[in-house]
């Protein structure tokens, strides 16, 4: 599947978080398909906007939203550097997006396949299929560097 460029849309999605980085923010990109069109590319961008839920998810979301014009996100998929948040799979459940491909996982923070595994709760009303580990090597490198950065 690739976009109107032809590009893939994990690769969109790496080429957003490493935006990101240049504007010093996380790297973390996301991208909406729906039929192999893009509906949406987002990255983080907290420190730009000073907002905490500024998750290039979140963005992406919305995005994909004001462009189909409707509530929900039935039959779209989104790829995301990193895996989401539960803030972040909160609103992808609410969006009812089809699936979900994550790229890095995030042991402290993660939502989908560590931590509170929130599409496996019993109360979560939509359960997207999720697949992690796309181009996760690249992603991990790319987010070690930044918070190595920070660091130093």
């Known amino acids: 599947m690739s976009d109107a460029t032809g590009a893939k849309p994990?690769?969109?999605a790496l080429a957003l978080a490493e935006e990101a980085v240049q504007h010093g923010e996380a790297?973390?990109?996301a991208?909406?398909?729906e039929g192999g069109t893009v509906l949406a590319a987002e990255r983080n961008r907290m420190q730009a906007l000073r907002d905490p839920t500024a998750h290039a998810e979140l963005l992406a979301i919305r995005k994909a939203l004001s462009v189909r014009g409707t509530g929900r996100l039935d039959g779209c998929d989104l790829y995301v550097t990193l895996e989401p948040c539960a803030m972040c799979a909160g609103a992808i459940a609410h969006a009812r997006l089809r699936r979900v491909y994550f790229a890095a996982e995030d042991i402290k923070a993660g939502a989908v396949e560590n931590g509170i595994r929130l599409f496996e709760q019993p109360t979560c009303h939509h359960r997207p299929e999720v697949i992690g580990g796309l181009s996760a090597g690249r992603a991990e490198a790319m987010l070690r560097d930044f918070f190595r950065k920070l660091r130093d």
């Open 10 to 12: 994990m690769d969109l």
């Open 27 to 29: 790297p973390v990109g």
């Open 31 to 33: 991208v909406i398909v």
